[in-house]
């Protein structure tokens, strides 16, 4: 798994490992990894180093030392070197005196404008771990005018560190080099930091637990369920589907599917659409009603149900049985505006949310916000289950206060009925006796790969989806992350 840390960690990390180093080590341990990166991308998008030509944008503190420093190691391998010093009289002095003195030429934003035009790269310095909201109009100004791929060090400015949020203008990186720890920014806004590299300054011995998680494929490998040799079709878990109607008999089926699809064990839907279902899936065992659908090791409940009388007496009888039910899109609802159907759960029977933002706003009053990981967070607590937030990094929070966040894989799930594709998924595997928490976290992981993959560059269907969960599944047992 790879940790995340955030901006309050990995500063009070920094300043006892500061305490210990000589002083201007770390930065200059950080820079020279920025400047490692300055020059792969100059090759990448020149062919060369030696006479290509970077603009460092360098704001008042140590983020902007960093680029300077970059700038001196830049200098050594034969880049030329200007700086444009948003704030002159809180430059790094060291930093500045450096890169001075290899050669390294600076500038005003006001007079700027042709090194910008003619830069190969521009590094980004202007804020990092003390960044507060967009970009200050002297900063925006510049990045404006800039065409050359851009390396943000640290964190892209503009952005928020700990919520990914953006809120003005902004800088959108071709890559981002950052140290000693991953910050939420990076993985909860892949989209403007790029490509992502971390660069070792000794920090991990201080950092101490993460305050989240992303999966990688090892992960999801290791906890996919597979058949074993003892393993027979109710023993790896009997996953119950109450979903669809007849205005949204789809819904079923693709649910029913997913969960076929996601693990080999025993599939029994319950619901109004049992024909459609079994002539689609003859191997799911269908009926007319949850009330005799026999034992299952997990339920989800929700989606094309509708929210009238009927099914709130579905979702009440699946969350009395004491199995793990996934409450998805109606069920969701059901919960926001009868909130007394979760009176037939027993505390301690393991639930799962899975709203998008208007869900969630239903559910609990307000909107996710900008922090969608502390919105997470508070709804698991109050409702006391694994609420998985979906988005562009779906966020799954568990009611402990452990976070997952989701790694993107473009936007090819953005369809109709991917949410029930999904649902299906972690019910499978929440019957398999997996964690809520990770189930939600694995399912969403090879939900994504399986939209990549039936995408592969062009627009996918639900159906899709469906299809390419076996590759998505293999894709993750072999790779390492
Ligand atoms: N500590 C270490 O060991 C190491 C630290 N390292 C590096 O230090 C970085 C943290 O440095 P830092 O704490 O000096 O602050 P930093 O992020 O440069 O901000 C400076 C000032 O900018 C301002 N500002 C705020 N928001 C703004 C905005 N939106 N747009 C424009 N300006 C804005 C605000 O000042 P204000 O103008 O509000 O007075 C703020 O105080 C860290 O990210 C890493 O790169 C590495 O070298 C490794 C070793
Ligand atoms: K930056």
Same mark, same amino acid.
């Given at each position: 798994?790879?940790?995340?840390?955030?901006?309050?960690?990995?500063?009070?990390?920094?300043?006892?490992?500061?305490?210990?180093?000589?002083? /201007?080590?770390?930065?200059?341990?950080?820079?020279?990894?920025?400047?490692?990166?300055?020059? #792969?991308?100059?090759?990448?998008?020149?062919?060369?180093?030696?006479?290509?030509?970077?603009?460092?944008?360098?704001?008042?503190?140590?983020?902007?030392?960093?680029?300077?420093?970059? /700038?001196?190691?830049?200098?050594?391998?034969?880049?030329?070197? !200007?700086?444009?010093? %948003?704030?002159?009289?809180?430059?790094?002095? +060291?930093?500045? +005196?450096?890169?001075?003195?290899?050669?390294?030429?600076?500038?005003?934003?006001?007079?700027? !404008?042709?090194?910008?035009?003619?830069?190969?790269?521009?590094?980004?310095?202007?804020?990092?771990?003390?960044?507060?909201?967009?970009?200050?109009?002297?900063?925006?100004?510049?990045?404006? $005018?800039?065409?050359?791929?851009?390396?943000?060090?640290?964190?892209?400015?503009?952005?928020?560190?700990?919520?990914?949020?953006?809120?003005?203008?902004?800088?959108?990186?071709?890559?981002?080099?950052?140290?000693?720890?991953?910050?939420?920014?990076?993985?909860?806004?892949?989209?403007?930091?790029?490509?992502?590299?971390?660069?070792?300054?000794?920090?991990?011995?201080?950092?101490?637990?993460? &305050?989240?998680?992303?999966?990688?494929?090892?992960?999801?490998?290791?906890?996919?369920?597979?058949?074993?040799?003892?393993?027979?079709?109710?023993?790896?878990?009997?996953?119950?589907?109450?979903?669809?109607?007849?205005?949204? =008999?789809?819904?079923?089926?693709?649910?029913?599917?997913?969960?076929?699809?996601?693990?080999?064990?025993?599939?029994?839907?319950?619901?109004?659409? !049992? &024909?459609?279902? $079994?002539?689609?899936?003859?191997?799911?065992?269908?009926?007319?009603?949850?009330?005799?659908?026999?034992?299952?090791? @997990?339920?989800?409940?929700?989606?094309?149900?509708?929210?009238?009388?009927?099914? #709130?007496?579905?979702?009440?009888? +699946?969350?009395?049985?004491?199995?793990?039910?996934?409450? &998805? @899109?109606?069920?969701?609802?059901?919960?926001?505006?009868?909130?007394?159907?979760?009176?037939?759960?027993?505390?301690?029977?393991?639930?799962?949310?899975?709203?998008?933002?208007?869900?969630?706003?239903?559910?609990?009053?307000?909107?996710? /916000?900008?922090?969608?990981?502390?919105?997470?967070?508070?709804?698991?607590?109050?409702?006391?289950?694994?609420?998985?937030? #979906?988005?562009?990094?779906?966020?799954?929070?568990?009611?402990?206060?452990?976070? %997952?966040?989701?790694?993107?894989?473009?936007?090819?799930?953005?369809?109709?009925?991917?949410?029930?594709? %999904?649902?299906?998924?972690?019910?499978?595997?929440?019957?398999?006796?997996?964690?809520?928490?990770?189930?939600? /976290?694995?399912?969403?992981?090879?939900?994504?790969?399986?939209?990549?993959?039936?995408?592969?560059?062009? =627009?996918?269907?639900?159906?899709?989806?469906?299809?390419?969960?076996?590759?998505?599944?293999?894709?993750?047992?072999?790779?390492?992350?």
């Amino acid at each position: 798994m790879r940790g995340v840390w955030t901006t309050e960690h990995v500063r009070s990390a920094e300043e006892r490992l500061l305490a210990v180093t000589p002083e /201007g080590a770390l930065m200059r341990r950080a820079a020279y990894g920025v400047s490692v990166r300055a020059a #792969k991308l100059l090759a990448e998008h020149t062919g060369r180093v030696v006479g290509t030509r970077a603009v460092l944008v360098v704001g008042a503190g140590n983020n902007g030392g960093d680029a300077l420093w970059a /700038g001196y190691f830049l200098r050594r391998r034969g880049v030329a070197v !200007a700086a444009v010093l %948003l704030r002159p009289e809180k430059a790094h002095p +060291a930093g500045l +005196a450096a890169l001075r003195r290899a050669g390294g030429r600076v500038y005003s934003p006001e007079t700027a !404008a042709e090194v910008i035009d003619s830069a190969d790269v521009v590094i980004d310095g202007v804020v990092g771990l003390s960044a507060r909201g967009p970009l200050r109009p002297d900063a925006a100004a510049v990045f404006e $005018r800039v065409t050359a791929p851009v390396l943000a060090v640290d964190l892209p400015s503009g952005v928020d560190p700990d919520t990914g949020a953006v809120d003005g203008p902004a800088v959108r990186a071709t890559c981002t080099v950052t140290f000693g720890a991953y910050k939420p920014v990076h993985v909860l806004n892949p989209q403007h930091c790029g490509d992502i590299t971390l660069v070792d300054i000794g920090l991990s011995g201080e950092l101490g637990e993460p &305050d989240l998680l992303q999966l990688d494929a090892a992960d999801v490998a290791a906890a996919w369920p597979l058949p074993k040799p003892e393993d027979n079709k109710y023993t790896q878990g009997v996953t119950g589907v109450a979903a669809g109607s007849s205005t949204y =008999p789809g819904a079923a089926v693709l649910t029913a599917a997913a969960a076929v699809r996601a693990t080999a064990g025993m599939v029994r839907y319950a619901g109004p659409v !049992a &024909d459609v279902v $079994r002539s689609h899936w003859p191997e799911v065992v269908a009926t007319g009603s949850i009330f005799d659908a026999g034992r299952v090791q @997990a339920w989800v409940v929700g989606p094309g149900i509708g929210t009238g009388r009927q099914s #709130k007496e579905v979702l009440a009888e +699946a969350l009395g049985q004491g199995v793990p039910v996934c409450a &998805d @899109a109606d069920a969701i609802t059901l919960i926001a505006e009868q909130p007394d159907v979760l009176d037939a759960r027993d505390p301690d029977t393991p639930l799962l949310l899975t709203p998008h933002d208007g869900e969630f706003e239903r559910l609990t009053g307000s909107a996710p /916000g900008a922090d969608r990981v502390g919105a997470a967070r508070e709804a698991a607590r109050r409702f006391r289950a694994v609420v998985l937030l #979906k988005g562009h990094c779906t966020v799954i929070a568990a009611p402990d206060g452990r976070v %997952l966040v989701n790694r993107p894989r473009g936007s090819w799930l953005a369809t109709a009925g991917s949410g029930d594709v %999904l649902a299906g998924m972690i019910g499978a595997l929440l019957a398999s006796g997996l964690d809520p928490w990770l189930a939600a /976290g694995v399912a969403a992981d090879v939900h994504a790969r399986a939209g990549q993959i039936a995408a592969g560059g062009v =627009p996918t269907s639900a159906s899709g989806i469906l299809a390419a969960i076996p590759d998505a599944v293999r894709q993750a047992r072999s790779l390492t992350p």
